[in-house]
């Protein structure tokens, strides 16, 4: 969400403008929304540590030194509660601190919520495998660790690109097998575990390709990206 995208605007005009470009980061003050099931773990994902996101705050493109938590967005983008034929909010009544706040013409009271602590997966999980299996899969997929590696991929050349292979087959196996094994729903697992590293690779400016037998090939994106 970008607040002040319209300094000559006074108030809201419901145009649905931001919410068809973006969803909202979580605050603490959300969790009350999950505790009263407006919002389902599975709607919402999480970014970690070091990804790389777009902030509308700055204007630029940052690594985040914070994990966040974020509602879905539609394939096509927007919030998953943009309800596109009638332009409204489907959770208007309940919906997340930064919505509330969000005037695009005043930066104001946005930044002061934007400023209060922001909910994280801990706030949410209290399984100790759970928990565990998260704390696993950072220290294996941790996004300082694969930067390290992209660093090192001229150097060490196919040795370095085979670990960041190994990571990332760790990462895209975790995810079923933690879903079949404590019967959690499939859609929850990027909550758990962030965005899949096959999809967030392209950071590092890499992409993954499948060969013919379902296996993983990584390249550069200049050479097989778009
Ligand atoms: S706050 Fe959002 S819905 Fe309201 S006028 Fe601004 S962009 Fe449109
Ligand atoms: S939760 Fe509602 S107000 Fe917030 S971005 Fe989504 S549709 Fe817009």
């Given at each position: ?23 909202p980061?979580?605050q603490?003050s959300d969790?009350?929304l ?55 909010c489907?959770i208007y009544e309940n919906r997340p601190a930064q919505c509330a706040a969000f005037a ?5 009271e946005f930044?002061?919520v ?113």
């Open positions: 969400m970008n607040p002040q995208s319209h300094t000559n605007r006074t108030h809201c005009i419901r145009c649905g403008e931001c919410c068809m470009k973006s969803s980061t979580l603490i969790l009350q999950l505790e009263n099931g407006t919002l389902r773990k599975e709607q919402l994902y999480t970014i970690r540590a070091g990804e790389l996101i777009a902030d509308n705050i700055r204007d630029e493109l940052r690594l985040t030194d914070e994990e966040l938590m974020k509602l879905r967005e539609k394939p096509a983008g927007g919030c998953i509660f943009h309800d596109a034929d009638g332009n409204a489907t695009c013409w005043d930066a104001g930044m002061r934007y400023d209060t602590p922001k909910l994280i997966r801990r706030d949410l999980v209290e399984d100790g495998v759970l928990l565990g299996l998260m704390e696993k899969h950072e220290e294996r997929c941790g996004y300082n660790i694969l930067e390290a590696i992209v660093k090192d991929v001229q150097a060490r050349g196919e040795q370095a690109l085979g670990e960041i292979l190994e990571i990332m087959k760790f990462d895209y196996r975790l995810r079923p097998f933690v879903a079949e094994k404590l019967s959690i729903p499939s859609a929850e697992m990027d909550f758990l575990f962030g965005r899949p590293v096959v999809d967030t690779i392209t950071m590092f400016g890499l992409k993954v390709v499948r060969d013919a037998d379902g296996g993983f090939l990584l390249t550069t994106l200049e050479n097989g990206g778009s």
